[in-house]
């Protein structure tokens, strides 16, 4: 004799349940689908191109070509007009093009004639993403993004290979005694 789950659960079955187990799973996958897509409709929009907003973006570096270490970059905000753009706000944002590593990221509020001074530390030499944010006074922005190669500086050796040291970081102090293991 079967006991009353069972019972259930065979009359489940044998009256259409695995239809209606069918129908489930279909329901289920397409709440899912439209599920992801309004998510992906909510996310945030990446800025305009600085070009299609009508902005130039221009960008000079010191030292030039980039090192490791500390630099300053200038970032001349114009509009269509070759105007400078006063009120706007930059955000600079490098990322390496490999995983794991801390963005350097800078947020400058005031510029001279259109021109920002940001200070910027290039933390490790390799091939670097840099994003440009800029505000307008209107609330509007336009970005422009550059691929950067940044080469050893003073204190990285050349032919240094910054992945490799990054993957297996291994930090002596010049005083430290080696430890016998």
């Excluded at 000079?60 to 070509?65: A, H, L, R, V, Y």
Aim: proline content about 8%; charged content about 25%.
């Amino acid at each position: 004799m079967i006991g009353p789950p069972c019972e259930a659960l065979h009359e489940l079955y044998s009256c259409g349940g695995m239809e209606m187990a069918r129908q489930a799973r279909s329901w289920l996958t397409f709440l899912l689908l439209v599920g992801g897509l309004v998510l992906t409709a909510c996310r945030q929009a990446e800025p305009p191109d600085a070009q299609a907003a009508g902005i130039e973006i221009a960008v000079t570096m010191e030292p030039d070509p980039p090192v490791t270490g500390a630099a300053t970059l200038w970032v001349s905000v114009r509009n269509e007009a070759g105007e400078p753009v006063r009120d706007a706000k930059l955000n600079v944002r490098g990322d390496m093009t490999h995983a794991g590593m801390v963005p350097v990221i800078r947020d400058i509020e005031e510029s001279e004639d259109g021109v920002f001074v940001v200070p910027f530390e290039w933390t490790m030499s390799g091939d670097w993403i840099v994003d440009f944010t800029v505000t307008l006074p209107d609330g509007e922005t336009a970005q422009e993004r550059l691929d950067i190669t940044v080469a050893p500086g003073e204190n990285e050796p050349e032919g240094h290979d910054a992945h490799a040291d990054h993957d297996a970081h291994d930090v002596h102090d010049e005083h430290e005694t080696p430890h016998d293991g």
